[in-house]
């Protein structure tokens, strides 16, 4: 079954770091862009950072400097390394994928990520 699973969630304070992993199966990444959403209540989902298969990085402006976006197509795992994060971040944060000249997309169950002192 093809799956992706994000994982790395949590509770953290202002100023303070996580990274969010998302492992698929099922499928290889290596011919995948990969992307990373957010939402939070009441607010329209928000694209966060993408990655081609080639490894090219592109992030949305609330996050430019403060985020990066990594794959590692060994493992079939990318990556969300999130640094300096603002309360604003709260979300929950949810990885996507798609392969090159494909109409599928395919997306994980979400993972929680809460900004609070």
């Known amino acids: 079954q093809v799956q992706l699973v994000e994982s790395g969630g949590g509770l953290v304070q202002p100023g303070g770091s996580l990274r969010l992993s998302c492992a698929a199966s099922?499928?290889?990444?290596?011919?995948?862009?990969i992307g990373w959403f957010r939402q939070a209540p009441g607010k329209e989902r928000e694209l966060v950072a993408t990655?081609?298969?080639?490894?090219?990085?592109d992030y949305g402006p609330s996050v430019e400097g403060r985020f990066t976006i990594s794959r590692d197509n060994r493992k079939n795992t990318a990556y969300l390394q999130m640094d300096s994060l603002k309360p604003e971040d709260t979300a929950v944060y949810y990885c996507?994928?798609?392969?090159?000249?494909?109409?599928?997309?395919?997306w994980g169950q979400g993972t929680q990520v809460t900004v609070s002192s």
């Open positions: 099922g499928f290889t990444l290596d011919y995948y862009a």
């Open positions: 990655i081609t298969s080639g490894g090219t990085e």
């Open positions: 996507t994928s798609r392969r090159r000249n494909s109409a599928t997309r395919y």
